[in-house]
């Protein structure tokens, strides 16, 4: 089983963060009101950020909830590349994780 599987990821509570996005742009604006902090973020950020505003959930099941954005890659793959872009907004205060 892959690390990150073994970990809950979230994100902030609703309402904490507001997005700003563009239709033909790939990037979007996240603004945190508790911290006044803003982002610029990628679509799949923006995708993560909302799914985990309504429940925690596994690095392993967002690969699954969300493998129609990826096409054809391994999951594997996917849950790899989602670790090191959960890692990254973790960093930057958007997302929490607990292990499980």
């Known amino acids: 089983m892959e690390k990150g599987q073994l970990n ?6 609703n309402g904490v963060l507001q997005f700003c996005g563009w239709d033909d742009d790939e990037l ?4 945190n009101i508790v911290t006044g902090d803003t982002h610029l973020i990628s679509s799949i950020d923006v995708e993560l950020l909302q799914r985990l505003s309504k429940s925690s959930c596994t690095t392993g099941a967002l690969a699954g909830e ?6 054809e890659a ?18 930057v205060g958007l997302v929490t994780v607990s292990p499980h």
């Not at 809950?8 to 509570?13: A, G, Q």
């Open 28 to 31: 979007s604006v996240v603004y």
């Open 74 to 91: 391994e999951h594997a793959v996917v849950v790899e590349f989602l670790d090191a872009t959960l890692l990254r907004l973790q960093t």
């Open 66 to 71: 969300l493998a129609g954005l990826f096409s």
């Open 8 to 13: 809950f990821w979230s994100s902030l509570s």
